[in-house]
Protein backbone atom coordinates (compact mmCIF):
# COMPACT_ATOMS: atom_id res chain seq x y z
CA UNK A 1 0.00 0.00 0.00
CA UNK A 2 1.52 3.49 -1.20
CA UNK A 3 1.00 6.37 1.38
CA UNK A 4 1.15 9.96 0.98
CA UNK A 5 1.93 12.29 4.05
CA UNK A 6 -1.32 14.28 5.14
CA UNK A 7 0.30 17.35 3.77
CA UNK A 8 0.70 15.31 0.29
CA UNK A 9 -2.88 13.87 0.38
CA UNK A 10 -4.07 17.57 0.65
CA UNK A 11 -2.16 19.13 -1.87
CA UNK A 12 -2.98 16.27 -4.38
CA UNK A 13 -6.66 16.63 -3.23
CA UNK A 14 -6.35 20.28 -4.43
CA UNK A 15 -4.76 18.95 -7.53
CA UNK A 16 -7.11 17.04 -8.24
CA UNK A 17 -10.38 19.45 -7.85
CA UNK A 18 -8.87 21.23 -10.23
CA UNK A 19 -7.14 23.99 -8.28
CA UNK A 20 -4.40 25.61 -9.84
CA UNK A 21 -3.72 28.82 -7.79
CA UNK A 22 -3.49 29.39 -3.85
CA UNK A 23 -2.66 32.28 -2.13
CA UNK A 24 -1.27 32.74 1.38
CA UNK A 25 1.19 33.51 4.21
CA UNK A 26 3.41 30.97 6.09
CA UNK A 27 3.61 30.58 9.80
CA UNK A 28 5.01 27.61 11.97
CA UNK A 29 1.86 25.30 11.57
CA UNK A 30 2.21 25.49 8.36
CA UNK A 31 5.55 24.07 7.46
CA UNK A 32 4.61 20.37 6.63
CA UNK A 33 2.31 21.66 4.38
CA UNK A 34 4.40 24.27 1.96
CA UNK A 35 7.06 21.25 1.74
CA UNK A 36 4.42 19.57 -0.06
CA UNK A 37 3.68 22.33 -2.26
CA UNK A 38 7.66 22.86 -2.84
CA UNK A 39 8.72 18.87 -3.50
CA UNK A 40 5.58 18.03 -5.32
CA UNK A 41 4.63 18.71 -8.85
CA UNK A 42 0.94 19.86 -8.68
CA UNK A 43 1.07 22.77 -11.04
CA UNK A 44 -0.49 24.96 -8.12
CA UNK A 45 1.41 28.33 -8.54
CA UNK A 46 1.42 29.71 -4.49
CA UNK A 47 1.01 33.47 -4.12
CA UNK A 48 2.44 34.60 -1.18
CA UNK A 49 0.65 37.27 0.58
CA UNK A 50 1.52 40.38 3.21
CA UNK A 51 -1.43 39.70 5.37
CA UNK A 52 -3.92 36.73 5.68
CA UNK A 53 -6.77 38.94 4.61
CA UNK A 54 -5.26 39.95 1.57
CA UNK A 55 -4.90 36.01 0.75
CA UNK A 56 -9.13 35.73 1.22
CA UNK A 57 -9.94 39.13 -0.70
CA UNK A 58 -7.44 37.33 -3.50
CA UNK A 59 -8.93 33.81 -3.36
CA UNK A 60 -12.41 35.74 -3.41
CA UNK A 61 -12.26 37.89 -6.84
CA UNK A 62 -10.37 34.84 -8.44
CA UNK A 63 -13.34 32.72 -7.84
CA UNK A 64 -15.42 35.68 -9.00
CA UNK A 65 -13.93 35.71 -12.40
CA UNK A 66 -13.46 32.31 -13.02
CA UNK A 67 -16.26 29.87 -11.76
CA UNK A 68 -13.69 28.20 -10.15
CA UNK A 69 -13.34 27.68 -6.32
CA UNK A 70 -10.74 30.01 -4.95
CA UNK A 71 -8.34 28.80 -2.37
CA UNK A 72 -6.77 30.47 0.76
CA UNK A 73 -4.24 29.53 3.53
CA UNK A 74 -2.81 30.86 6.61
CA UNK A 75 -1.45 29.64 9.79
CA UNK A 76 -3.16 29.32 13.28
CA UNK A 77 -3.82 31.66 15.55
CA UNK A 78 -3.62 35.07 14.50
CA UNK A 79 -3.68 33.93 10.80
CA UNK A 80 -6.98 32.46 11.25
CA UNK A 81 -8.18 35.47 12.86
CA UNK A 82 -7.16 37.93 10.04
CA UNK A 83 -8.18 35.54 7.20
CA UNK A 84 -11.62 35.31 8.74
CA UNK A 85 -13.00 38.70 7.17
CA UNK A 86 -12.36 37.14 3.26
CA UNK A 87 -14.55 34.24 4.34
CA UNK A 88 -17.39 35.49 5.81
CA UNK A 89 -17.30 38.35 2.45
CA UNK A 90 -17.49 35.34 0.09
CA UNK A 91 -19.75 33.27 1.80
CA UNK A 92 -22.68 35.87 2.13
CA UNK A 93 -21.96 36.69 -1.58
CA UNK A 94 -22.24 33.03 -2.58
CA UNK A 95 -18.64 32.62 -3.93
CA UNK A 96 -17.05 29.32 -3.95
CA UNK A 97 -13.99 29.72 -1.20
CA UNK A 98 -11.75 27.56 0.66
CA UNK A 99 -9.99 28.71 3.71
CA UNK A 100 -7.58 26.42 4.86
CA UNK A 101 -5.81 27.48 8.42
CA UNK A 102 -3.30 25.05 9.69
CA UNK A 103 -3.25 24.13 13.45
CA UNK A 104 -1.53 22.84 16.82
CA UNK A 105 -0.70 19.54 17.02
CA UNK A 106 -4.35 17.14 17.83
CA UNK A 107 -1.41 15.73 20.72
CA UNK A 108 -1.09 19.64 22.00
CA UNK A 109 -4.52 20.56 22.97
CA UNK A 110 -5.22 21.76 25.88
CA UNK A 111 -1.47 22.75 27.01
CA UNK A 112 -1.48 26.09 26.97
CA UNK A 113 0.11 25.38 23.54
CA UNK A 114 1.15 29.13 21.48
CA UNK A 115 -1.66 30.14 19.07
CA UNK A 116 -4.18 27.27 20.32
CA UNK A 117 -8.04 28.24 20.09
CA UNK A 118 -10.92 26.50 18.52
CA UNK A 119 -11.29 27.03 14.98
CA UNK A 120 -14.23 25.32 14.43
CA UNK A 121 -16.31 27.25 16.95
CA UNK A 122 -14.64 30.62 15.14
CA UNK A 123 -15.65 29.70 11.89
CA UNK A 124 -18.69 27.97 12.25
CA UNK A 125 -21.14 31.21 12.34
CA UNK A 126 -19.30 32.61 8.73
CA UNK A 127 -18.67 29.65 6.63
CA UNK A 128 -21.09 27.59 5.03
CA UNK A 129 -19.35 24.71 6.53
CA UNK A 130 -16.02 24.20 8.76
CA UNK A 131 -14.34 21.61 10.27
CA UNK A 132 -11.08 20.50 11.68
CA UNK A 133 -9.15 17.51 10.69
CA UNK A 134 -8.52 15.16 12.98
CA UNK A 135 -6.95 12.07 11.24
CA UNK A 136 -5.08 11.80 8.42
CA UNK A 137 -6.91 9.35 6.71
CA UNK A 138 -10.37 11.63 6.56
CA UNK A 139 -8.24 14.02 4.53
CA UNK A 140 -9.88 12.79 0.82
CA UNK A 141 -13.13 12.70 2.39
CA UNK A 142 -13.39 15.89 4.01
CA UNK A 143 -11.69 17.73 0.83
CA UNK A 144 -14.47 15.81 -1.36
CA UNK A 145 -17.47 16.73 1.06
CA UNK A 146 -15.65 20.67 1.02
CA UNK A 147 -15.86 20.84 -2.51
CA UNK A 148 -19.47 19.54 -3.00
CA UNK A 149 -20.56 21.66 -0.30
CA UNK A 150 -18.90 25.15 -1.85
CA UNK A 151 -19.72 24.59 -5.81
CA UNK A 152 -23.97 23.09 -5.35
CA UNK A 153 -26.88 24.82 -3.77
CA UNK A 154 -26.16 28.27 -3.10
CA UNK A 155 -22.42 28.45 -3.58
CA UNK A 156 -20.41 29.90 -0.15
CA UNK A 157 -17.26 29.65 2.06
CA UNK A 158 -15.69 26.27 3.65
CA UNK A 159 -13.29 26.38 6.26
CA UNK A 160 -10.77 23.65 6.94
CA UNK A 161 -8.22 22.99 10.16
CA UNK A 162 -5.14 21.65 9.50
CA UNK A 163 -3.20 20.25 12.60
CA UNK A 164 0.32 19.82 12.41
CA UNK A 165 0.66 16.41 13.44
CA UNK A 166 -2.47 15.42 10.76
CA UNK A 167 -0.14 16.98 7.84
CA UNK A 168 2.79 14.61 8.73
CA UNK A 169 0.30 11.06 9.51
CA UNK A 170 -0.35 8.90 6.33
CA UNK A 171 -2.82 8.80 4.11
CA UNK A 172 -3.65 5.42 2.35
CA UNK A 173 -3.11 7.02 -1.50
CA UNK A 174 -5.91 4.77 -2.81
CA UNK A 175 -8.37 7.04 -1.28
CA UNK A 176 -6.84 10.22 -2.84
CA UNK A 177 -9.42 10.73 -5.99
CA UNK A 178 -11.73 13.87 -6.77
CA UNK A 179 -14.90 14.58 -8.91
CA UNK A 180 -13.03 17.21 -10.69
CA UNK A 181 -16.59 18.94 -11.58
CA UNK A 182 -16.67 20.35 -7.92
CA UNK A 183 -14.05 22.83 -8.39
CA UNK A 184 -15.95 25.16 -9.84
CA UNK A 185 -19.69 26.41 -9.26
CA UNK A 186 -22.38 25.91 -9.84
CA UNK A 187 -21.47 22.06 -9.98
CA UNK A 188 -24.78 20.59 -10.07
CA UNK A 189 -28.06 22.70 -11.03
CA UNK A 190 -31.16 22.23 -9.38
CA UNK A 191 -34.20 22.52 -12.03
CA UNK A 192 -37.11 24.26 -11.21
CA UNK A 193 -40.56 22.59 -10.46
CA UNK A 194 -42.51 22.94 -13.64
CA UNK A 195 -45.65 23.61 -11.06
CA UNK A 196 -43.66 26.67 -9.80
CA UNK A 197 -43.12 27.40 -12.81
CA UNK A 198 -46.78 27.70 -14.07
CA UNK A 199 -47.90 29.89 -11.31
CA UNK A 200 -44.62 32.12 -12.29
CA UNK A 201 -45.86 32.47 -15.51
CA UNK A 202 -49.63 33.11 -14.85
CA UNK A 203 -48.41 35.64 -12.55
CA UNK A 204 -46.28 37.62 -15.58
CA UNK A 205 -49.50 37.53 -18.21
CA UNK A 206 -51.61 39.21 -15.60
CA UNK A 207 -48.97 41.80 -15.06
CA UNK A 208 -49.35 45.22 -17.15
CA UNK A 209 -46.16 46.29 -15.83
CA UNK A 210 -43.69 43.65 -14.80
CA UNK A 211 -40.02 44.70 -13.74
CA UNK A 212 -37.13 42.29 -13.20
CA UNK A 213 -34.56 42.50 -10.82
CA UNK A 214 -31.34 40.97 -10.87
CA UNK A 215 -29.49 40.05 -7.91
CA UNK A 216 -25.49 37.81 -8.17
CA UNK A 217 -27.53 35.00 -8.72
CA UNK A 218 -28.09 35.06 -11.85
CA UNK A 219 -24.49 36.11 -12.44
CA UNK A 220 -23.16 33.08 -10.44
CA UNK A 221 -25.16 30.41 -12.77
CA UNK A 222 -24.19 32.24 -15.83
CA UNK A 223 -27.67 33.20 -16.96
CA UNK A 224 -26.93 36.25 -19.19
CA UNK A 225 -28.76 34.63 -21.76
CA UNK A 226 -32.07 33.29 -20.68
CA UNK A 227 -32.20 36.53 -19.00
CA UNK A 228 -31.88 38.51 -22.23
CA UNK A 229 -34.50 36.17 -23.68
CA UNK A 230 -36.86 36.55 -20.65
CA UNK A 231 -36.59 39.87 -20.89
CA UNK A 232 -37.08 40.04 -24.88
CA UNK A 233 -40.19 38.03 -24.36
CA UNK A 234 -41.87 39.93 -21.67
CA UNK A 235 -40.77 43.31 -22.92
CA UNK A 236 -40.20 43.91 -19.34
CA UNK A 237 -37.09 46.45 -17.76
CA UNK A 238 -34.50 44.97 -16.09
CA UNK A 239 -32.99 46.16 -12.88
CA UNK A 240 -29.89 45.18 -11.05
CA UNK A 241 -28.32 45.19 -7.62
CA UNK A 242 -24.57 46.12 -6.44
CA UNK A 243 -24.05 42.40 -7.36
CA UNK A 244 -26.11 41.37 -10.43
CA UNK A 245 -24.66 44.29 -12.45
CA UNK A 246 -23.47 42.43 -16.00
CA UNK A 247 -26.52 40.56 -15.92
CA UNK A 248 -27.72 42.62 -19.34
CA UNK A 249 -25.32 44.72 -21.19
CA UNK A 250 -26.35 48.43 -20.33
CA UNK A 251 -26.15 48.87 -24.00
CA UNK A 252 -29.46 46.61 -23.86
CA UNK A 253 -32.71 48.81 -24.95
CA UNK A 254 -34.50 47.14 -21.57
CA UNK A 255 -31.40 47.55 -19.37
CA UNK A 256 -32.85 50.52 -16.55
CA UNK A 257 -29.10 50.06 -14.00
CA UNK A 258 -28.76 49.46 -10.74
CA UNK A 259 -31.62 50.12 -8.12
CA UNK A 260 -31.29 50.20 -4.21
CA UNK A 261 -30.19 52.60 -1.81
CA UNK A 262 -25.94 52.04 -2.85
CA UNK A 263 -26.43 52.98 -6.67
CA UNK A 264 -29.82 53.30 -7.19
CA UNK A 265 -30.76 57.56 -8.01
CA UNK A 266 -34.19 58.74 -8.60
CA UNK A 267 -35.00 57.82 -11.95
CA UNK A 268 -34.22 53.92 -11.40
CA UNK A 269 -35.98 54.14 -8.63
CA UNK A 270 -38.72 55.34 -10.30
CA UNK A 271 -39.27 51.95 -12.81
CA UNK A 272 -39.94 49.61 -9.12
CA UNK A 273 -42.38 51.83 -8.14
CA UNK A 274 -43.86 52.13 -12.10
CA UNK A 275 -44.47 48.27 -11.70
CA UNK A 276 -47.13 46.27 -10.96
CA UNK A 277 -44.97 43.30 -10.07
CA UNK A 278 -41.50 42.47 -9.66
CA UNK A 279 -39.29 39.10 -10.56
CA UNK A 280 -36.58 39.62 -8.29
CA UNK A 281 -34.13 36.31 -9.50
CA UNK A 282 -30.97 35.42 -7.71
CA UNK A 283 -31.68 38.18 -4.97
CA UNK A 284 -32.45 38.06 -1.66
CA UNK A 285 -34.48 41.16 -1.59
CA UNK A 286 -32.62 42.64 1.31
CA UNK A 287 -32.23 46.07 2.58
CA UNK A 288 -29.89 47.77 -0.14
CA UNK A 289 -31.74 46.55 -2.82
CA UNK A 290 -35.40 47.89 -1.55
CA UNK A 291 -33.93 51.05 0.25
CA UNK A 292 -35.45 49.65 3.54
CA UNK A 293 -37.99 47.08 2.07
CA UNK A 294 -40.20 50.49 0.88
CA UNK A 295 -39.10 50.05 -2.75
CA UNK A 296 -40.96 47.96 -4.03
CA UNK A 297 -43.94 49.37 -1.96
CA UNK A 298 -45.55 46.48 0.37
CA UNK A 299 -48.42 44.92 -1.40
CA UNK A 300 -46.91 44.98 -5.04
CA UNK A 301 -47.00 41.73 -6.65
CA UNK A 302 -43.80 39.52 -6.63
CA UNK A 303 -42.28 36.45 -8.02
CA UNK A 304 -38.76 35.61 -6.49
CA UNK A 305 -36.59 32.78 -7.95
CA UNK A 306 -33.73 32.10 -6.05
CA UNK A 307 -31.67 28.77 -5.75
CA UNK A 308 -31.97 29.00 -1.57
CA UNK A 309 -35.33 28.47 -0.62
CA UNK A 310 -34.89 30.58 2.48
CA UNK A 311 -35.06 33.27 0.63
CA UNK A 312 -38.09 33.37 -0.66
CA UNK A 313 -40.69 35.59 0.99
CA UNK A 314 -38.17 36.37 3.76
CA UNK A 315 -39.00 40.11 3.42
CA UNK A 316 -42.33 40.44 0.69
CA UNK A 317 -45.17 38.79 0.08
CA UNK A 318 -44.65 36.11 -2.58
CA UNK A 319 -47.23 35.03 -4.76
CA UNK A 320 -45.15 32.78 -6.84
CA UNK A 321 -41.70 31.17 -5.51
CA UNK A 322 -39.39 29.15 -7.76
CA UNK A 323 -36.82 27.38 -6.24
CA UNK A 324 -33.71 26.39 -8.67
CA UNK A 325 -30.72 27.75 -10.73
CA UNK A 326 -31.42 30.71 -12.11
CA UNK A 327 -29.93 29.53 -15.70
CA UNK A 328 -32.49 26.68 -15.55
CA UNK A 329 -35.22 28.84 -14.16
CA UNK A 330 -35.19 31.64 -16.53
CA UNK A 331 -35.37 29.21 -19.74
CA UNK A 332 -38.05 27.62 -18.53
CA UNK A 333 -39.93 30.32 -17.77
CA UNK A 334 -39.07 32.00 -20.97
CA UNK A 335 -40.35 29.12 -22.69
CA UNK A 336 -43.60 29.18 -20.56
CA UNK A 337 -44.77 32.95 -21.17
CA UNK A 338 -46.36 34.26 -24.22
CA UNK A 339 -44.19 36.85 -26.28
CA UNK A 340 -45.76 40.70 -25.67
CA UNK A 341 -44.92 43.97 -26.98
CA UNK A 342 -41.59 45.33 -25.48
CA UNK A 343 -42.67 49.05 -26.74
CA UNK A 344 -43.38 50.42 -22.89
CA UNK A 345 -41.00 48.36 -21.11
CA UNK A 346 -37.99 50.29 -23.52
CA UNK A 347 -40.03 53.24 -23.37
CA UNK A 348 -39.52 53.58 -19.48
CA UNK A 349 -35.93 51.75 -19.61
CA UNK A 350 -34.73 54.83 -21.89
CA UNK A 351 -36.47 57.49 -19.45
CA UNK A 352 -35.10 56.17 -16.20
CA UNK A 353 -31.46 56.03 -18.76
CA UNK A 354 -31.78 59.34 -20.03
CA UNK A 355 -32.86 61.42 -16.79
CA UNK A 356 -30.08 59.34 -15.19
CA UNK A 357 -27.44 60.46 -17.55
CA UNK A 358 -28.66 64.19 -17.40
CA UNK A 359 -27.97 64.62 -14.10
CA UNK A 360 -24.50 62.82 -14.14
CA UNK A 361 -22.81 63.82 -17.18
CA UNK A 362 -22.95 68.12 -16.18
CA UNK A 363 -21.05 66.72 -13.28
CA UNK A 364 -19.26 64.14 -15.14
CA UNK A 365 -17.77 67.21 -16.88
CA UNK A 366 -16.99 69.64 -14.11
CA UNK A 367 -13.78 71.14 -13.49
CA UNK A 368 -14.40 71.73 -10.61
CA UNK A 369 -11.09 71.01 -7.92
CA UNK A 370 -10.93 69.10 -6.06
CA UNK A 371 -12.11 66.47 -8.75
CA UNK A 372 -15.52 65.06 -8.45
CA UNK A 373 -16.23 61.29 -8.38
CA UNK A 374 -18.02 61.78 -11.46
CA UNK A 375 -15.38 63.02 -13.36
CA UNK A 376 -13.13 60.30 -12.24
CA UNK A 377 -16.06 57.51 -13.41
CA UNK A 378 -16.13 59.37 -16.70
CA UNK A 379 -12.79 59.63 -17.60
CA UNK A 380 -11.64 56.27 -16.72
CA UNK A 381 -15.02 55.15 -18.96
CA UNK A 382 -13.14 56.68 -21.64
CA UNK A 383 -9.38 54.90 -21.53
CA UNK A 384 -10.36 51.46 -20.36
CA UNK A 385 -11.44 48.84 -23.06
CA UNK A 386 -15.11 46.77 -22.84
CA UNK A 387 -13.26 43.80 -21.57
CA UNK A 388 -11.45 45.64 -18.38
CA UNK A 389 -12.67 44.67 -14.90
CA UNK A 390 -13.07 47.28 -12.09
CA UNK A 391 -12.63 46.26 -8.30
CA UNK A 392 -14.09 48.91 -6.02
CA UNK A 393 -13.75 49.17 -2.05
CA UNK A 394 -16.77 49.81 -0.92
CA UNK A 395 -16.97 53.24 0.54
CA UNK A 396 -16.35 56.42 -1.93
CA UNK A 397 -15.90 53.73 -5.28
CA UNK A 398 -18.90 51.87 -4.87
CA UNK A 399 -21.81 53.75 -5.57
CA UNK A 400 -20.31 55.67 -8.19
CA UNK A 401 -19.13 53.14 -9.97
CA UNK A 402 -22.26 51.13 -9.59
CA UNK A 403 -24.56 53.81 -11.02
CA UNK A 404 -22.42 55.37 -13.14
CA UNK A 405 -19.65 53.22 -14.86
CA UNK A 406 -20.76 51.64 -18.11
CA UNK A 407 -21.02 47.84 -17.84
CA UNK A 408 -21.20 47.45 -21.99
CA UNK A 409 -20.60 43.37 -22.11
CA UNK A 410 -22.21 40.91 -20.16
CA UNK A 411 -20.98 38.95 -17.18
CA UNK A 412 -18.46 39.59 -14.28
CA UNK A 413 -16.66 43.06 -15.31
CA UNK A 414 -17.77 44.93 -11.92
CA UNK A 415 -16.51 43.54 -8.41
CA UNK A 416 -17.44 45.03 -4.81
CA UNK A 417 -17.48 43.57 -1.50
CA UNK A 418 -21.31 44.39 -0.77
CA UNK A 419 -21.57 41.80 1.87
CA UNK A 420 -19.75 43.24 4.51
CA UNK A 421 -18.36 46.20 2.96
CA UNK A 422 -14.96 45.55 4.69
CA UNK A 423 -12.12 48.16 3.75
CA UNK A 424 -9.28 47.02 1.94
CA UNK A 425 -10.59 44.88 -0.18
CA UNK A 426 -10.12 46.45 -3.96
CA UNK A 427 -6.33 46.15 -3.79
CA UNK A 428 -5.46 42.94 -2.77
CA UNK A 429 -9.08 41.44 -4.36
CA UNK A 430 -7.53 43.01 -7.32
CA UNK A 431 -4.15 40.45 -7.60
CA UNK A 432 -6.76 37.85 -7.44
CA UNK A 433 -8.49 39.05 -10.39
CA UNK A 434 -5.40 39.45 -12.59
CA UNK A 435 -4.94 35.39 -11.97
CA UNK A 436 -8.23 35.03 -12.68
CA UNK A 437 -8.67 36.59 -15.84
CA UNK A 438 -5.02 37.94 -17.19
CA UNK A 439 -6.28 39.04 -20.37
CA UNK A 440 -8.48 41.72 -18.83
CA UNK A 441 -7.25 45.05 -17.38
CA UNK A 442 -7.66 44.55 -13.84
CA UNK A 443 -8.67 48.48 -12.06
CA UNK A 444 -8.58 48.96 -8.26
CA UNK A 445 -10.42 51.73 -7.23
CA UNK A 446 -10.40 52.35 -3.75
CA UNK A 447 -10.43 55.82 -1.14
CA UNK A 448 -7.54 56.37 1.20
CA UNK A 449 -9.24 54.89 4.21
CA UNK A 450 -8.88 51.66 2.25
CA UNK A 451 -5.28 52.26 0.96
CA UNK A 452 -4.54 52.40 4.29
CA UNK A 453 -5.68 48.75 5.23
CA UNK A 454 -4.03 47.08 2.26
CA UNK A 455 -1.18 49.10 0.74
CA UNK A 456 1.57 46.33 2.07
CA UNK A 457 0.13 44.24 -0.31
CA UNK A 458 1.74 46.73 -3.30
CA UNK A 459 5.26 44.77 -2.09
CA UNK A 460 3.34 41.81 -3.34
CA UNK A 461 1.94 43.13 -6.42
CA UNK A 462 5.50 44.49 -7.40
CA UNK A 463 7.35 40.87 -6.71
CA UNK A 464 5.15 38.95 -9.04
CA UNK A 465 4.49 41.41 -11.02
CA UNK A 466 1.68 41.85 -11.68
CA UNK A 467 -0.01 44.77 -13.99
CA UNK A 468 -2.81 46.13 -12.31
CA UNK A 469 -3.72 49.86 -12.39
CA UNK A 470 -4.78 51.87 -9.11
CA UNK A 471 -6.84 54.55 -8.57
CA UNK A 472 -6.81 56.58 -4.93
CA UNK A 473 -9.84 58.20 -4.19
CA UNK A 474 -7.97 60.71 -1.98
CA UNK A 475 -9.87 62.76 0.69
CA UNK A 476 -8.32 62.61 3.85
CA UNK A 477 -11.81 61.25 5.02
CA UNK A 478 -13.82 58.07 6.18
CA UNK A 479 -16.19 59.92 3.94
CA UNK A 480 -19.39 57.20 4.04
CA UNK A 481 -19.23 57.84 7.98
CA UNK A 482 -18.62 61.43 7.59
CA UNK A 483 -21.94 61.92 5.08
CA UNK A 484 -24.25 59.79 7.62
CA UNK A 485 -23.14 62.57 10.09
CA UNK A 486 -23.90 65.24 7.83
CA UNK A 487 -27.44 63.78 7.02
CA UNK A 488 -28.56 62.13 9.82
CA UNK A 489 -26.62 63.71 12.84
CA UNK A 490 -26.74 67.41 12.06
CA UNK A 491 -23.34 67.43 10.66
CA UNK A 492 -21.85 66.85 14.24
CA UNK A 493 -19.10 65.52 12.59
CA UNK A 494 -16.74 63.15 15.09
CA UNK A 495 -13.46 61.31 14.26
CA UNK A 496 -13.95 60.91 10.65
CA UNK A 497 -11.08 62.86 9.60
CA UNK A 498 -7.12 62.19 8.96
CA UNK A 499 -4.74 63.85 7.84
CA UNK A 500 -3.60 63.25 3.82
CA UNK A 501 -1.32 60.94 2.57
CA UNK A 502 1.11 61.24 -1.10
CA UNK A 503 -0.29 57.95 -2.16
CA UNK A 504 1.76 58.16 -5.08
CA UNK A 505 5.15 58.07 -3.30
CA UNK A 506 4.18 55.60 -0.83
CA UNK A 507 3.88 53.63 -4.24
CA UNK A 508 6.99 54.64 -5.76
CA UNK A 509 8.66 53.59 -2.10
CA UNK A 510 7.58 49.94 -3.15
CA UNK A 511 8.25 50.46 -7.02
CA UNK A 512 5.11 51.41 -8.45
CA UNK A 513 4.88 53.98 -10.99
CA UNK A 514 2.77 56.19 -9.73
CA UNK A 515 1.08 60.02 -10.66
CA UNK A 516 -0.98 62.45 -8.46
CA UNK A 517 -3.73 63.98 -10.15
CA UNK A 518 -5.18 67.30 -9.15
CA UNK A 519 -6.08 69.08 -12.31
CA UNK A 520 -9.16 67.43 -14.02
CA UNK A 521 -8.06 68.87 -17.28
CA UNK A 522 -4.97 66.33 -16.49
CA UNK A 523 -6.94 63.09 -15.43
CA UNK A 524 -7.79 61.40 -18.58
CA UNK A 525 -4.05 61.88 -19.96
CA UNK A 526 -2.74 59.87 -17.05
CA UNK A 527 -5.25 57.36 -16.41
CA UNK A 528 -4.57 56.39 -20.04
CA UNK A 529 -1.30 56.18 -19.49
CA UNK A 530 -1.95 54.09 -16.35
CA UNK A 531 -3.63 51.76 -18.25
CA UNK A 532 -0.98 51.59 -20.61
CA UNK A 533 1.77 50.65 -18.85
CA UNK A 534 3.24 47.15 -18.87
CA UNK A 535 3.86 47.19 -14.89
CA UNK A 536 1.53 47.72 -11.92
CA UNK A 537 0.42 51.77 -11.60
CA UNK A 538 -1.40 53.93 -9.01
CA UNK A 539 -3.33 57.19 -9.88
CA UNK A 540 -3.95 59.04 -6.48
CA UNK A 541 -6.32 61.48 -7.76
CA UNK A 542 -7.29 64.66 -5.15
CA UNK A 543 -11.10 64.29 -5.32
CA UNK A 544 -14.16 66.04 -3.47
CA UNK A 545 -15.05 64.69 0.13
CA UNK A 546 -17.95 62.21 -0.02
CA UNK A 547 -20.16 64.60 2.56
CA UNK A 548 -19.91 67.08 0.02
CA UNK A 549 -20.51 65.06 -3.22
CA UNK A 550 -24.22 64.47 -4.74
CA UNK A 551 -23.34 60.58 -4.17
CA UNK A 552 -25.94 58.40 -5.87
CA UNK A 553 -26.95 57.15 -2.16
CA UNK A 554 -30.77 57.68 -1.38
CA UNK A 555 -30.49 58.09 2.54
CA UNK A 556 -28.12 61.06 1.41
CA UNK A 557 -30.28 62.41 -1.10
CA UNK A 558 -33.41 62.15 0.83
Not at 68 to 77: L, N, Q, T
Amino acid sequence: MNQLSGAEAFVRMLQHHGVTHVFGLCGDTSLPLYDALARLDHGITHVLTRDERSAAYMADCYARLTGKVGVCEGPSGGGATYILPGVVEANESSIPLLAVTTDISVSSRGKFTLTELDQEALFRPVSKWTSVIDRSADIPSVLRRAFRTMTTGRPGAVHLGLPFDVQKAPVDETDVWAERAYGAAPAVRVAPDPAAIERAAQALASAKRPVLVLGGGAILSNAEAELAALAERLGAPVCTTVSGQGSLPENHPLHVGVVGSNGGVPATRAVVDAADLIVFIGCRAGSVTTERWRHPAPGTRVVHIDVEPGVIGANFRTEAGVVGDAKLALAALAAAVGKRSDVEGRALAAKARAEKEAAYRPLATSDERPIRPERLVAELAAVLDDDAVIVADPGTPCPYFSAFYPKRRAGRWFITNRAHGALGYALPGAVGAWYGRPSSKIVAVMGDGSFGFACGEMETIVRHRVPVTMVVVSNSVYGWIKAGQKTAYSGRYFSVDFNRTDHAAVAAAFGVKSWRVEDPAELRATLAKAAAHDGPTLVDVISQPLQEAKAPVSEWVA
